[in-house]
């Protein structure tokens, strides 16, 4: 049997509308751990617990508190979930934290909740038929538009087995979590526990984590290893995305770990203090957004003042979708894609939110105009490693119209043509000597391979030249110059490739760090055949020499080629013939 699906569920919702008392009817778990908020039955942190579901699956939830005055609590909570159980008490209706909680999970990108009508022992059936119209009308045109609403008494249990069909079909028909192999874990709570450390809970998204994995905390990037790993009360030895943890770490005390830090493998990551973003201004703002005021992003699990930078107009009005450059205070492990909401410290306001588009922003604020393409990404910047790609996005880099995969490269198509087309000037200019390769950069070396792929240069021996060109060896000078040299050449004019690639062909030799022309064996092998006849028990080096008319230097390894090549043999000081000796 497979195992089951698990989707993590927040609640949201007013004050006192009956989140807890739900969550409490749904898990037999009371949400709210602390005496302080048993004593005034109000939340005031969020809450966690988790229940199975009829046909096996599972859910955990967040529960969150409705009071405007812990808000923020709220958008920790919310950060990772994969939906939302929507609290609207049927006593009250519609009230001020059901519109700022609809709108930021709106901002936050969630997709999927039901909709509960809650105390409906308290109300009559017509009042209820009025709320519900009431509240279809707030939803309309909100991702929960055409959700279940579901009737229920936490007190009488009236409606709580059909809410947990509804929950059990919601769990079916929400996407897991996304898994990229990349665990990202924003802690929620961090605490000390008896004999084990420091743990650490959040909701794990991107990967998976296992036990001795080493990660990191914070912004300083602590390392830890995970000493163990707990999920829904369960020991286990690994974890995957999209489940409530807790995270045993070793190397870390639980002082040191907060709420909002976040918890990654490091070399996954390349963690920014400044962002492009999208912002969606909530119309209901009665002002503009301008870059003056005192933002305050929720980011995961985290809230972080920010300066906030509009690219391009100058104010954002109610309403309106714009970009927005992020100065966060410190180093955060973003991805495109991620959502956030913005807040208002002053005026204690949620503004609005939207998704990160860039994470290591390459262009001035005046020109950078954020989409979240990778084209985009790569045709700001020309050339970009796809590590570094693969680390600000959740995608899997490729080619395609505008972008080109070079390598550990991608580029944009443009870029790419004007480099090819300044590399095959270049190598017509240098004409048939063509350009040496070890001269060349890693990124010249890739786009010359286009080249070569393309048939339009061709690489010898380390030098590319135009295709079609003469060959670049055939009329080379230094032959000529060891030519005329003889036995007794001048040191050879070009360079090593060069001599080199004129050496694989056979037409000069190399003896000892001498380069002698072929001719000059041949003479020197014509040479020793008629001494041979004149002393056939042998010739000495100083014979040979004189006979070429030429100084030891060059004698010595002229012998050892003729050596080299069977056409004598060596016997003490003097040379015989070998099986090559050419006939006189
Ligand atoms: N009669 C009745 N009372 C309910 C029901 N659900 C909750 N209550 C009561 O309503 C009050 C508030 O319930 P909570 O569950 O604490 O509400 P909450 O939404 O969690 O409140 P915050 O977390 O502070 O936002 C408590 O006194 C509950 O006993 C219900 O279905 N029927
Ligand atoms: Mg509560």
Same mark, same amino acid.
């Given at each position: 049997?497979?195992?089951?699906? $698990?989707?993590?569920?927040?609640?949201?919702?007013?004050?006192?509308?009956?989140?807890?008392?739900?969550?409490?009817?749904?898990?037999?778990?009371?949400?709210?751990?602390?005496?302080?908020?048993?004593?005034?039955?109000?939340?005031?942190?969020?809450? *966690?617990?988790?229940?199975?579901?009829?046909?096996?699956?599972?859910?955990?939830?967040? @529960?969150?508190?409705?009071?405007?005055? *812990?808000?923020?609590?709220?958008?920790?909570?919310?950060?990772?979930?994969?939906?939302?159980?929507?609290?609207?008490?049927?006593?009250?209706?519609?009230?001020?934290?059901?519109? #700022?909680?609809?709108?930021?999970?709106?901002?936050?990108?969630?997709?999927?909740?039901?909709?509960?009508?809650?105390?409906?022992?308290?109300?009559?059936?017509?009042?209820?038929?009025?709320?519900?119209?009431?509240?279809?009308?707030?939803? %309309?045109?909100?991702?929960?538009?055409?959700?279940?609403?579901?009737?229920?008494?936490?007190?009488?249990?009236?409606?709580?087995?059909?809410?947990?069909?509804?929950?059990?079909?919601?769990? #079916?028909?929400?996407?897991?979590?996304?898994?990229?192999?990349? !665990?990202?874990?924003?802690?929620?709570?961090? *605490?000390?526990?008896?004999?084990?450390?420091?743990?650490?809970?959040?909701?794990?998204?991107?990967?998976?984590? &296992?036990?001795? @994995?080493?990660?990191?905390?914070?912004?300083?990037?602590?390392?830890?290893?995970?000493?163990?790993?707990?999920?829904?009360?369960?020991?286990?030895? &690994?974890?995957?995305?999209?489940?409530?943890?807790?995270?045993?770490?070793?190397?870390?005390?639980?002082?040191?770990?907060?709420?909002?830090? !976040?918890?990654?493998?490091?070399?996954?990551?390349? !963690?920014?203090?400044?962002?492009?973003?999208?912002? @969606?201004?909530?119309?209901?703002?009665?002002? &503009?957004?301008?870059?003056?005021?005192?933002?305050?992003?929720? /980011?995961?699990?985290?809230?972080?003042?920010?300066?906030?930078?509009?690219?391009?107009?100058?104010? /954002?009005?109610?309403?309106?979708?714009?970009?927005?450059?992020?100065?966060?205070?410190?180093?955060?492990?973003?991805?495109?894609?991620?959502?956030?909401?913005?807040?208002?410290?002053?005026?204690?306001?949620?503004?609005?939110?939207?998704?990160?588009?860039?994470?290591?922003?390459?262009?001035?604020?005046?020109?950078?105009? !954020?989409?979240?393409?990778?084209?985009?990404?790569?045709?700001?910047?020309?050339?970009?490693?796809?590590?570094?790609?693969?680390?600000?996005?959740?995608?899997?880099?490729?080619?395609?119209?505008?972008?080109?995969?070079?390598?550990?490269?991608?580029?944009?198509?443009?870029?790419?043509?004007?480099?090819?087309?300044?590399?095959?000037?270049?190598?017509?200019?240098?004409?048939?000597?063509?350009?040496?390769?070890?001269?060349?950069?890693?990124?010249?070396?890739?786009?010359?391979?286009? =080249?070569?792929?393309?048939?339009?240069?061709?690489?010898?021996?380390?030098? &590319?030249?135009?295709?079609?060109?003469?060959?670049?060896? %055939?009329?080379?000078?230094?032959?000529?110059?060891?030519?005329?040299?003889?036995?007794?050449?001048?040191?050879?004019?070009?360079?090593?490739?060069?001599?080199?690639? =004129?050496?694989?062909?056979?037409?000069? $030799?190399?003896?000892?760090?001498?380069?002698?022309?072929?001719?000059?064996?041949?003479?020197? %092998?014509?040479?020793?055949?008629?001494?041979?006849?004149?002393?056939?028990?042998?010739?000495?080096?100083?014979?040979?020499?004189?006979?070429?008319?030429?100084?030891?230097? *060059?004698?010595?390894?002229?012998?050892?080629?003729?050596?080299?090549?069977?056409?004598?043999?060596?016997?003490?000081?003097?040379?015989?013939?070998?099986?090559? =000796?050419?006939?006189?």
């Amino acid at each position: 049997m497979s195992s089951p699906r $698990v989707r993590v569920v927040a609640t949201a919702g007013h004050v006192d509308h009956g989140k807890s008392s739900l969550v409490l009817a749904l898990t037999g778990t009371d949400p709210d751990r602390f005496a302080e908020e048993k004593r005034r039955g109000l939340t005031i942190d969020l809450g *966690f617990a988790h229940a199975d579901l009829p046909g096996g699956d599972q859910v955990s939830f967040i @529960d969150v508190p409705g009071h405007v005055r *812990f808000l923020r609590n709220m958008l920790a909570g919310v950060g990772g979930v994969d939906a939302c159980l929507f609290v609207v008490a049927a006593t009250e209706g519609w009230k001020p934290q059901s519109e #700022e909680h609809l709108r930021i999970l709106e901002l936050l990108g969630i997709r999927a909740g039901l909709v509960v009508l809650t105390k409906v022992d308290l109300v009559d059936d017509e009042w209820l038929e009025l709320q519900t119209l009431d509240v279809l009308d707030r939803l %309309a045109g909100t991702f929960l538009a055409d959700a279940p609403i579901i009737g229920v008494s936490a007190h009488t249990g009236a409606g709580l087995d059909e809410l947990r069909s509804e929950l059990a079909s919601l769990v #079916e028909r929400t996407d897991a979590a996304l898994d990229i192999g990349r !665990p990202r874990l924003w802690v929620d709570r961090s *605490f000390a526990a008896k004999g084990s450390g420091t743990v650490v809970t959040g909701t794990l998204t991107g990967g998976g984590v &296992a036990v001795d @994995d080493h990660l990191t905390v914070g912004p300083t990037a602590r390392r830890v290893r995970v000493r163990s790993i707990q999920s829904h009360g369960h020991a286990v030895d &690994a974890v995957g995305p999209g489940r409530r943890v807790a995270l045993n770490l070793s190397g870390v005390d639980h002082h040191e770990v907060e709420r909002g830090h !976040p918890v990654v493998m490091a070399a996954q990551w390349r !963690p920014s203090r400044r962002v492009d973003a999208s912002l @969606d201004v909530l119309a209901s703002l009665d002002h &503009a957004v301008s870059r003056r005021g005192a933002y305050v992003a929720y /980011l995961g699990s985290g809230e972080f003042p920010v300066r906030v930078r509009i690219l391009g107009p100058d104010r /954002l009005d109610p309403g309106d979708r714009g970009l927005v450059r992020l100065h966060l205070p410190e180093p955060l492990p973003l991805v495109i894609g991620d959502r956030f909401v913005l807040r208002e410290s002053g005026r204690d306001e949620t503004i609005g939110g939207g998704a990160i588009l860039d994470v290591a922003p390459a262009l001035p604020a005046s020109r950078a105009r !954020p989409d979240g393409t990778i084209d985009t990404l790569v045709r700001e910047r020309g050339w970009v490693l796809i590590d570094d790609l693969a680390a600000w996005t959740t995608t899997v880099v490729q080619s395609s119209d505008t972008t080109a995969v070079l390598g550990s490269w991608a580029v944009s198509v443009e870029r790419l043509a004007e480099r090819r087309a300044h590399l095959l000037a270049t190598a017509e200019a240098a004409g048939a000597t063509g350009l040496d390769l070890a001269a060349l950069d890693e990124l010249d070396r890739l786009v010359l391979g286009t =080249l070569e792929a393309d048939g339009a240069v061709e690489v010898h021996s380390g030098r &590319a030249c135009v295709a079609g060109s003469i060959d670049p060896y %055939a009329d080379h000078p230094v032959i000529d110059q060891l030519r005329r040299g003889g036995t007794a050449p001048e040191e050879p004019s070009a360079d090593r490739a060069t001599l080199r690639e =004129l050496a694989r062909r056979g037409v000069l $030799v190399d003896r000892d760090g001498i380069w002698f022309h072929i001719d000059a064996i041949d003479v020197a %092998a014509r040479t020793m055949a008629t001494l041979l006849v004149e002393h056939p028990d042998g010739v000495t080096m100083a014979q040979l020499r004189d006979a070429l008319g030429i100084t030891r230097k *060059f004698a010595v390894p002229l012998a050892t080629e003729l050596d080299a090549r069977g056409i004598t043999r060596r016997r003490g000081d003097l040379r015989i013939g070998g099986p090559r =000796l050419p006939t006189v």
